[in-house]
């Protein structure tokens, strides 16, 4: 290795190193008995460890409550979104139907309009209909997605064409094309799509914040700031567990699958 | 297959549908109650014309927001797009010799866009904490005096923009390594017979050359998410200390869903749009004027 | 003719697998050398060894007396042109044209922009450099397009952007990577055409690589013929089709592949034939008529092929051997399944022993 490389080796490990310290300060202090975390003898590494603040945070507050909300309003979201998006995105790209351009236009022109553009109406309209602080106030907006749309209709159209019309021959509905045929055909763009979804809105913090005042409804991100404000400083450990139990569902999702979800985070990268 | 409009309807309509009620609509209403003092919870409203466009940018409230979103946007643009092409530089020529390494260093690197931005938020807090936090600790290790990054109101705009910078890098890194392995290796070849010597000319002659397109879309994504910061700003310093972090987003979340002011905070969202309508603007005319090489 | 550029008992690996193995070549002063082998038989290696993109495992690189083993492709002075041409497609056809010279003539601070408006020296240099691009633009009709980008090219436009870009500054010698393979029929008869006149006019020594044998055989003074990662046989077209070395380069080289008469089996057509594998190309079988000829090979027409200018017959001969005929003119065909006597055309036989290598045979 020649003085240049190993220099550009140090500089790059380096960084890594800084882009990884507030991860390592969270779980380490999260790993810090009570105090330790408390002396003027601040250090990077727990000197003795404990699991304490996992089960305070696991037992005596509301972070299970908050993971599982997180589920519900993630899950709830793609399930949704796939329904209704699969079959119009499949339409799109293998049916001539009057207002298919108008309709494709308008998901192009849908794409340029991010979520915060829309949020004071939607947030009247449900209040007008008394859905809000639900968990369909959570859900229900995100049902609309121009991205997935463009990003399955692309998808579709690479299905070949006569591949559709053999379908067809062989007796199958519309409907069946779109689920068992285009779907999982799509399937490395539905997943790309799907990694993208639950990322955004297992991460939101916008769309919670304005859309449920109830703690009990608070999605992983809303509820950490629930958590920290009650606490008031007393309790770092269980907090800095709490961000770390809420992180690591797709922080290991990342590592199991990281080529899928690099590409799904970047290859969407239009919006985000 | 007897009544095709009936199997259409059953296919598109209910994406149609949501596209409409929840995209069209709400477009369309914003831009009504732009130009209105509408307060949620209010019987009525009356037109006020650009009034709320003028407060915004007449205010030195309103200025101030858009001031520090683009100061933000400043720091953060230039900064996070430059380190992301040196890590994806230094970890492409990295892969051909060391690609555990590379690979590995890549997921570091990747780790905060998959992460939750509010939980890291609140660790980047603890980590910052005045006498807590290991930042001070270190820095009166060293001689240095800590600071008060969060709570000063010289300082916590641009802690703000480290913390941006941090969760970025890695996002444009990823897409820049996507640049760097679609340039064919015989240019590189070809710049070495026509008497490339360096890396340095290497890179000027090819390199930067061809990820011409892929740093534009680099500049734009990033110029639209920093327009768009708030959960940093919600989690840390809810716009303060006295504004000092006030951000565009965050100016229209407090105005319309803590103030209610459903009117000011509609005109916010619409210059809010307007400016990444702007940023698309400017993406489609530079790839027509040239950086597509056709 | 003195050796220009010069490959000595060069081996390349990568792996464990060596891609070339102990290659010696010559390209001399002025001539036309064509490397011809089918693919993957290590062409494109050595051509990336001579142009210094690579560097051998053994062996060493001569570019005149001086070895250049160890030095990069910048620091040789040999002209490329690639197969996919590689032009940058971000510079116009003009700025193309000016990069060998640029960055050979031009420090890297004399390269910024705006450099000229603050240096007579830079300006001088610019006003050779375009003096020259202009001159190698009008010998191959690139005049007009100088200001387009390579996207706006046709294939053929290309390619001569390609070769201009590799002429415009003297090289010691010029490689061609498969410089018709991108082009379509017609217009790779032409280019044939138009490389050998480029050859005449610059003197350079020319070394073209290549997987069709036509292209070698029509444009080169010398072909090197290379299988397996080694060279054959080295010689002149003619040599390389009337007297192939070995059995793999005659069954390479010919419209048609070499028929191979097993030991024993073409006892009939000579005497050798009892001890050694006789070939012969389809092209110089023909039909025996009542007894005219010394030598017959009895057969039986399995199939008849009808191509218009020529007809292939396919026939079942001695020892089970199946063999091509291709006749000519107006040759009355036989007719499928009939018996017939064979004959070879005088002093077209070739001999091959165990080993594969070429023995001569008694007239």
Not at chain 1, 162 to 188: C, H, T
Not at chain 2, 27 to 38: E, G, I, K, P, Q
Not at chain 3, 122 to 134: E, F, K, P, W
């Amino acid at each position: 290795m020649t003085p240049a490389r190993l220099l550009s080796l140090g500089l790059l490990s380096l960084g890594a190193a800084m882009v990884l310290l507030p991860f390592v300060w969270m779980v380490s202090v999260s790993l810090k008995p009570h105090a330790e975390i408390f002396t003027t003898d601040v250090r990077l590494l727990p000197r003795s460890f404990t699991l304490q603040n996992y089960w305070h945070a696991l037992t005596e507050t509301a972070i299970p409550r908050y993971l599982m909300n997180g589920a519900i309003v993630t899950g709830g979201i793609l399930a949704l979104q796939l329904l209704v998006t699969v079959p119009c995105a499949y339409a799109l790209a293998h049916r001539t139907f009057p207002g298919r351009q108008v309709l494709f236009g308008s998901v192009v022109a849908a794409l340029l309009v991010p979520f915060h553009v829309t949020a004071i109406p939607i947030f009247l309209g449900l209040a007008w209909v008394g859905w809000l602080n639900t968990y369909t106030a959570l859900i229900l907006p995100f049902i609309a997605t121009a991205f997935g749309l463009f990003l399955l209709r692309q998808a579709f159209a690479q299905i070949p064409g006569e591949l559709v019309d053999a379908a067809r021959v062989d007796g199958m509905s519309e409907m069946g094309i779109a689920w068992r045929i285009a779907f999982p055909l799509g399937l490395p763009t539905v997943i790309a799509f799907s990694i993208f979804s639950v990322t955004a809105h297992w991460n939101d913090l916008f769309w919670p914040l304005i859309a449920t005042t109830d703690s009990a409804l608070a999605t992983p991100p809303r509820g950490i700031l629930f958590f920290r404000d009650e606490e008031s400083g007393d309790d770092v450990g269980p907090l800095m567990a709490g961000a770390t139990l809420i992180t690591a569902p797709l922080i290991l999702g990342f590592l199991l699958a990281q080529k899928r979800f690099t590409q799904g985070l970047a290859s969407t990268g239009l919006k985000r | 297959m007897t009544r095709p409009w009936l199997t259409n309807l059953l296919l598109v309509g209910p994406a149609a549908l949501a596209v409409a009620l929840f995209i069209f609509l709400p477009v369309a209403v914003v831009f009504v109650l732009a130009f209105t003092d509408y307060l949620i919870g209010a019987p009525s409203a009356t037109w006020v014309g650009l009034e709320n466009f003028q407060q915004l940018l007449g205010s030195r409230l309103g200025r101030n927001a858009l001031i520090n979103t683009l100061v933000y946007a400043a720091i953060v643009i230039p900064a996070s797009v430059g380190l992301g092409l040196i890590v994806a530089l230094g970890l492409h020529s990295l892969a051909t010799r060391l690609p555990r390494i590379a690979t590995l260093l890549q997921t570091v690197y990747f780790l905060p866009v998959a992460a939750t931005l509010v939980a890291m938020a609140v660790a980047w807090q603890m980590l910052l904490h005045p006498s807590l936090g290991l930042v001070n600790t270190w820095l009166s290790a060293l001689g240095l005096s800590g600071q008060q990054w969060l709570t000063d109101r010289d300082i916590v705009l641009f802690t703000l923009a480290l913390i941006g910078i941090w969760q970025t890098v890695g996002y444009n890194m990823v897409l820049f390594l996507a640049g760097l392995s679609a340039i064919p290796a015989t240019l590189y070849d070809a710049a070495a017979v026509d008497g490339a010597k360096g890396g340095w000319t290497r890179f000027w002659t090819v390199t930067w050359p061809m990820l011409g397109p892929t740093t534009l879309f680099v500049l734009i994504v990033t110029a639209a998410n920093t327009f768009r910061v708030f959960e940093t700003v919600a989690t840390l310093t809810e716009g303060g200390p006295a504004f000092a972090s006030d951000t565009i987003v965050y100016a229209l979340y407090r105005e319309g869903f803590v103030y209610f002011k459903a009117g000011y905070a509609s005109a916010i969202t619409v210059v809010f749009f307007a400016a990444l309508l702007l940023l698309t603007a400017i993406q489609i005319l530079l790839i027509e004027r040239r950086v597509h090489y056709r | 003719m003195r050796p220009i550029l010069s490959l000595r008992h060069v081996t390349k690996r990568f792996g464990e697998t060596a891609a070339v193995q102990d290659v010696s070549l010559d390209l001399k002063e002025g001539e036309f050398l064509a490397l011809l082998g089918p693919s993957g038989c290590g062409k494109s290696t050595c051509l990336r060894l001579l142009a210094g993109l690579d560097r051998p495992s053994a062996g060493h690189v001569q570019l005149g007396h001086r070895d250049v083993t160890k030095l990069g492709a910048a620091e040789r002075n040999i002209a490329l042109m690639f197969q996919s041409y590689a032009l940058y497609p971000h510079l116009t056809v003009y700025q193309n044209i000016a990069m060998p010279l640029r960055l050979r003539s031009l420090t890297v601070m004399q390269r910024l922009p705006g450099a000229a408006l603050l240096s007579v020296q830079v300006r001088g240099v610019l006003s050779d450099i375009d003096t020259n691009v202009r001159a190698v633009a009008d010998m191959l009709g690139l005049t007009d397009l100088l200001g387009r980008k390579p996207g706006q090219l046709s294939g053929g436009q290309q390619q001569r952007a390609a070769l201009a870009r590799a002429l415009v500054r003297a090289p010691s010698a010029f490689l061609l990577d498969e410089p018709l393979s991108n082009l379509d029929i017609q217009l790779r008869a032409e280019t044939r055409e138009e490389i050998k006149a480029l050859h005449r006019r610059t003197g350079y020594p020319f070394l073209v690589v290549t997987h069709d044998q036509a292209d070698a055989l029509s444009m080169a003074d010398r072909v090197a013929v290379m299988m397996a990662g080694r060279i054959s046989q080295v010689g002149t077209p003619h040599a390389i089709y009337h007297t192939p070395a070995t059995r793999e380069v005659a069954q390479f080289i010919g419209q048609h592949r070499m028929n191979i008469l097993p030991r024993g089996a073409g006892g009939a057509l000579h005497p050798a034939g009892a001890k050694l594998d006789l070939g012969v190309r389809p092209e110089h079988l023909a039909v025996c008529h009542a007894g005219t000829c010394e030598a017959r090979l009895p057969a039986t027409v399995e199939s008849i092929s009808f191509q218009g200018d020529e007809t292939l017959v396919r026939v079942r001969g001695p020892g089970d051997a199946s063999l091509l005929m291709v006749l000519r003119g107006a040759d009355a065909p036989p007719e499928q399944g009939a018996s017939l006597h064979l004959t070879a055309v005088p002093g077209a036989l070739h001999a091959f022993g165990e080993d594969g290598d070429r023995r001569e045979l008694a007239a």
